[in-house]
Structures are given as C-alpha cells and as structure tokens.
C-alpha cells in the first residue's frame, strides 16, 4: 500500500481528471488516460466490491418494463455485483399493478435488492403507500457490506404535489440508526430527491446523518448522472433506467477501501465513468440551524405535536377537534387541545374524518367504512367494500325509501363513489362511470355532486341516483386530471384548477366550459370568497390572486415569496380576504390591506386551514403538528 502522501497526490489527480471528465469527455486521448489512472487506483488499492444502481423505472411508462428487464439482464450476466439499491420512482403512475410488475422484474435478479418509493410512487398512490409496504415489506432500508452501512429513505410525499419530505415516522427511524451506528463505520445515505431544498426537511436528515461517519449521498430524480456536494458530503445522482428515446442503463459503484468510482452501464454494453468520491476521511458535516416554530403576529392557543403523518385536515364539529393518521390513527381533542381520546382504525386513512350529530365516519385504505360514536370513540359498525377508499367521506341527506335519511358517500381507488345510507352502513346506490382514483371529496350543490377523477375527467351526478348528469374534460392526460383539486361551486358554474396550469369555469346544469384561463401559474389550488363572486388561486411559484368568478379576470394579486409550491390546497375565505399555509410551513393572510405573515409551523406541508370560532383557527401539516390561534384584535 502506498503512503498518504502518495495517496492523496494520487487522489488528487483523479479528482482533476475527473472533474474535466464530467464537464465534457470529448476527447479520445483524455478518456484513456482517465480509463488508466482510475484502472491504478483499482490496482493499487484493491477492489472490495461492486453494486449496481437502479432509478427511475417508470413501469407503466411505453417500454420501460422491457427497458427494466434488459438491465436485470445485464446485472445478472455480471458476476461481481454484491447487491442493488433501488432509489424510487418505481411506477409511472402509482399504480397498484405498475408497483406488482416492477417487482416481478426486479424479483428475478440473482442477487439480494433494496429498494424505496420516490415521488411517482405516491403523489398518485392508490393505496396510500400501503402497496408498496406490502409488496416490498418497507418504504426504507438499512443493511451492511464490509465496513459501510446503507440507509435508504422514502422521501415521497403522499398525494400532496411534487417535492420531496422525510415522514416524522421515518425520521426518528433515522435518528436511532444513526444513534445506534459505531462512529467510524461509514454510512452512505440513499433516497428518492436529492438531500437540499427539494426536500422540504432536508436539514433534519443532514443533522441525524452528522452524528455518524456520513460519507456519501445518493439519489434519483434528475434524469441524469450528476456529482455536487450537500453541506460538505459528497452527493451523486444516477441517470434513469427509462428514458424516453435513450438507450436503457444504471450505474455501477466500484468500492475500493479508501475510494469509490461510478460508471454508467448502458445495455449495449458501453460504460462511461463519471464520478469518484475520496472514502478515506471523515467529513467535517456542521449541524444546520432549524426552528419548529416562529409566532410573528397571532394569538396563539396550543399546539400539539403527534409525530406521525398527517393526510388530510382536522375537521371541527361538536365543540370538539377531529384528526386521523396514515396509519389508522383517530384522535378526539377539546377545544383546549386536550386529547379525550384515541382509537385505532386498524389500517390506513386517508381523508378527514366526517361527522353527523354524534357520529363520526373514517374510510379506509383497506376498504372499510366505519362510524363510531363521536362522544367516546366507541365503534358502532364497519362495513367492508372489498376496495379502497381513497376519498374523505361526505355526509349529506337524500331521499331513501319514502322519507330523508343521511347518507355518506365515499369514493374509491378504482374510481367507484359510492352512496350508504348512514345509520344501517345499506348501499344506496354505486356509479361506476370513472375510471380512476377518486382523490377528493365530492362537492354539493343543489341536488348535484361534482367530483373529479384521475381518469382525466370531472362529473356531475345526481346525489339521490346517482346516475351521470354530464362528463367534463378539456384534457385527455392522467396527468392534468381534475382529481388534486377541490372544485368550487357557485349558482352559476363549477370551478376547477387543473396541474396544466388552467383555471376553467364549467356550466353547472350543462357541463360546458364557459371560460378557461392559464394567465395564474394554477396549482391545484382553488378557494371561494365567502360571497361566491371571487376565486382564490396559488400559483406554482409566489403568487396568491383574486379573480373575477364571473369572467375569469384578475381582481388583486399578492407576492407571498414561498417559492416553488405545488402542494393541493383550498385556501380558507374571511370577510376581507383569505388564509393559507404552503409548502415551506408559513400561514399568511391576505386581504384588500396587504400580507401578513401570520406564523411559522416547521418545516412539512401545510393542510387547508379550518375555522374553529368566530375568531379561532386550526392549522395541521403533514408532521402531525395541530396548531390553534386567533387573530389579534388589531387585525
């Protein structure tokens, strides 16, 4: 072995070369000098293992399973490859059999294989991760080869826009494991985004990361092979399976003892090399200075912390404070934020918790309604639909067998609403006429729901038959499907924000586009003025509107400076105004007098925000973090 100062000299060399490597490897003569220098570091220090990396599969996606299968065959006609690591984007689509046909594929690699979702694999889940859990037993990984320990985490955030985000849950699965890791074993860390702003709590994961030997950070998304550095570690982030018109590939890691060096595999058998990485030192990873929360201009009430993740808002009915979890949580809170009890649905729930007198309804991912008594928590029946129920359930009255009666109406992944009378759990009606999830909640007005489906289009059907009254869809792509959204509904028209960046107002009675407007930057997110005449829309990037319901034309536009933000929300309408969190954890308010910058909840995405009293509001986020407040008096 050589000594240090010859390795560094040596190392040092490298990294020139491979800096002027990555810029642009045109020349012959440069890339077999840089084939001979790498091809010395192997001799001199000894070859320990390799890995393959795989990402962005895209199954679902026109020839990206047979672009998976040409590159498990490659890695399986190699007899040097240790193990796979799998880094997200798994799916195209969510998917449920997008999800099974990848681990068919995958599962015929002769070696063992890690693997965790990323952003594709949950923005438009079916089961709310539940599948991926079960197909692959976890969302996350921890194994060791030789001296290093792998941590992959799952950084895709459920149905809430792009971006990325760390669960609470997972979180402090990080926290121990690096808690619990001897202090010289190194630790490469992998996820689905890259570890900086694109995760909105990024910073936490670096912490827990610094409090061991973090030598590396690896990552998919970018569609390319990129080498950058993320407080002081080096960060890498490998080119898809699948791309669109390019010739399938994945990266292979050679791991020397005190190095280690990628190379892009291609399935026609060319290799590229294109990153290097020193291992040989401890990196100097200083701990990034966060705050939970910042008060700047509320009366602030209480705040609960649960710690698990949150997917929908708290729902507020008889004097008391309603909010479930993704894993099957239900809490009952006093207007104090004291807890007056908590009970299990005993499987995944993905909407607000809808409540009728003194009964309380929870749909479940595993397909299951069930009310309970809203006073104790006690159950009072469950029914099971044999699909799962992806929408918050609605309770609202229709006529049924010569008299009124409530009735709940839920949706499902395979795009069913269905329609129970309350007090029996006896189906009313079903209409089978979507096709795709049913994301939302429908929306009421007079005898009619509306609701939206990821099939692509918006309906309109009869709240005591069900039957279709009209079909509305400007755009045939699953991707710019009116499902993300909650519509808003006037007298004269419904109004949609759909992720191609239009606004549109359609007919009520007729289904008809009457206007249709792209000049706001549209994200999803759409509110109505408490007089129906004026909409709320956040843009993609900073800015809040209102506009004119009647025509579509800008009243006011506000510059909230949040940055890029395409989480789903309905902002809260006030008498002079509105109010809204985003995706970096502000709640502003806005109004005819300006913007406040009302508080700071941390670092996770912020449901819709719900009034609790005359002057009272509760906000949640994903984290878990319940916050009450009210507006001072000089506001």
Request: contains cysteine.
């Amino acid at each position: 072995m050589p000594d240090a100062v010859s390795y560094h000299i040596l190392f040092v060399i490298w990294q020139l070369l491979l800096i002027k490597s990555v810029v642009e490897m045109k020349s012959v003569i440069f890339r077999f000098f840089f084939c001979l220098v790498v091809l010395s570091c192997s001799q001199i220090f000894g070859q320990s293992y390799k890995f393959a990396w795989l990402t962005d599969l895209h199954i679902g996606a026109a020839g990206a399973d047979s672009a998976l299968l040409s590159c498990v065959e490659s890695i399986n006609a190699q007899d040097k490859i240790a193990f796979v690591v799998v880094t997200g984007n798994i799916s195209e689509k969510g998917k449920n059999a997008e999800l099974e046909q990848a681990k068919e594929i995958l599962d015929s690699l002769k070696v063992k294989y890690y693997i965790i979702p990323g952003s594709h694999d949950t923005r438009w889940s079916e089961s709310l991760g539940s599948e991926f859990r079960r197909l692959w037993g976890d969302t996350k990984f921890c194994f060791e080869e030789k001296s290093a320990k792998f941590i992959g985490l799952n950084t895709g955030i459920l149905w809430c826009g792009g971006g990325g985000h760390i669960d609470p849950e997972d979180m402090a699965w990080l926290d121990s494991v690096m808690i619990n890791t001897p202090s010289k074993q190194k630790v490469v860390f992998l996820s689905s985004n890259p570890m900086n702003g694109e995760v909105d709590n990024w910073f936490d994961a670096i912490n827990a990361l610094a409090k061991g030997n973090i030598r590396l950070l690896l990552n998919g998304g970018a569609h390319d092979n990129r080498q950058s550095e993320i407080a002081g570690i080096p960060s890498f982030t490998s080119r898809p399976v699948f791309k669109q018109g390019e010739t399938p590939g994945y990266t292979v890691a050679s791991v020397f003892k005190d190095s280690i060096l990628f190379s892009e595999m291609l399935t026609d058998n060319s290799v590229h090399d294109w990153g290097a990485a020193a291992l040989s030192e401890k990196y100097a990873v200083g701990t990034i200075d966060s705050t939970g929360f910042d008060n700047y201009m509320v009366e602030f009430n209480w705040m609960i912390e649960l710690k698990k993740t949150i997917t929908a808002p708290v729902t507020v009915a008889n004097n008391k404070i309603f909010a479930s979890t993704a894993a099957g949580d239900i809490f009952c809170f006093d207007m104090k934020g004291n807890t007056l009890w908590n009970v299990q649905a005993h499987a995944p729930v993905s909407g607000q918790i809808a409540i009728a007198q003194a009964t309380g309804v929870v749909a479940t991912i595993d397909g299951d309604i069930l009310t309970f008594d809203a006073e104790t928590g006690k159950l009072i029946q469950s029914i099971g639909t044999g699909e799962a129920l992806t929408s918050s359930p609605l309770i609202i009255k229709i006529p049924y067998q010569n008299d009124e009666a409530q009735a709940v109406i839920v949706g499902t992944a395979g795009g069913k609403l269905l329609c129970f009378e309350l007090s029996s759990l006896t189906l009313i009606w079903e209409n089978k006429n979507a096709a795709g999830m049913i994301q939302r909640s429908p929306v009421l007005i007079k005898d009619r729901l509306i609701y939206g489906s990821w099939d692509g289009s918006l309906y309109c059907i009869d709240k005591t038959s069900g039957a279709l009254n009209w079909k509305w869809n400007e755009s045939k792509s699953f991707y710019y499907a009116p499902a993300g959204c909650m519509p808003q509904v006037n007298e004269s028209g419904v109004y949609i924000c759909t992720p191609d960046k239009f606004v549109s107002k359609i007919d009520l009675l007729l289904g008809k586009t009457l206007w249709r407007k792209k000049d706001f930057d549209a994200s999803e997110s759409i509110g109505m003025s408490k007089d129906k005449k004026q909409l709320y829309i956040k843009s993609q990037s900073n800015k809040f509107y209102s506009v004119n319901a009647a025509d579509g034309k800008k009243i006011k536009e506000w510059n909230l400076k949040y940055g890029f933000d395409t989480t789903p929300i309905e902002p809260l309408a006030l008498e002079d105004g509105a109010m809204l969190g985003t995706k970096n954890g502000y709640v502003f308010k806005v109004s005819s007098s300006g913007i406040q910058i009302l508080f700071y909840m941390g670092a996770a995405r912020i449901h819709n925000i719900v009034q609790s009293g005359a002057n009272s509001f509760i906000a949640s986020n994903m984290d878990g973090k319940i916050v009450s407040f009210s507006l001072q008096e000089a506001q």
